[in-house]
């Protein structure tokens, strides 16, 4: 018997790791009794997830507010939106044609005008957008201390002009016109968004054709191409539009 061992009262007996008794300075799990209600945390996070989801559902549309719905939809849009994708945003909860939204579109720019409004509502680039008046402008640069995006350079600019007024062209092209590698001033261009490559010219070789972007026409108000001025109008107000073969 010299192998037993009687554990004593105050001896803890040996047992195997597996065994679930939890350490000494450990305090025991607390039961809960399974009609227990549930926690308060659980309770305030269904509450937020249902108000969300009540927020989220549309307000019931009426001729009043339809206006206030597509002047909400031009609030929240970083680009130019288009009569269908304010339609479609609102089919679900009053059908409209495309034509009924031009016309909400047309009495919202009315009503700018006549109120003297700090903003105006503009079509450009095919769509729709409100956008600052223009004789606001000094108090929104003085407003505004940032550094300003870097302007183009002049060679940019030239370049730029030869693609908007001979679109598609090929960097051959270009280079005839203005006499130097406009390599550079081309990527530039892509880089800024203002250019973009429109395939390749069925000619030996098959050279990239660029032409210029949505954004183009949103950097400088145009609703399309056609509306750039014309090329005498540039030639009168810059003689060195002249020495640019534009046509």
Known sequence: MDDEHTVTENETPDLPPSADVPPADVPPA???????PVEVETDVLVAVEEAE??????TPMTPERLGSAVEALLFVSKHPITIRSVRNALNDDVKMTEAEVATVMEDLR???????RGFRLVEIAGGYQLRTASEFAPYI???????????LSQPALETLAIIA???PTVKAEIEAIRGVDVSGMLQKLIDRGLVC???RKEVPGRPFMYETTRLFL???GLKAVDDLPHIS???AADPLQGKLDLK
């Open 30 to 36: 607390r039961k809960v009794p399974p009609d227990a």
């Open 53 to 58: 989801q009540q927020s989220l559902e549309p």
């Open 110 to 116: 009315t009503r700018y005008l006549q109120e003297a």
């Open 141 to 151: 640069l003085k407003f505004f201390k940032e550094p300003r995006e870097e302007r």
């Open 165 to 167: 007024y001979r679109q």
């Open 197 to 199: 490559i429109a395939g």
């Open 218 to 220: 949103e950097h400088f």
């Open 233 to 235: 109008e540039l030639r």
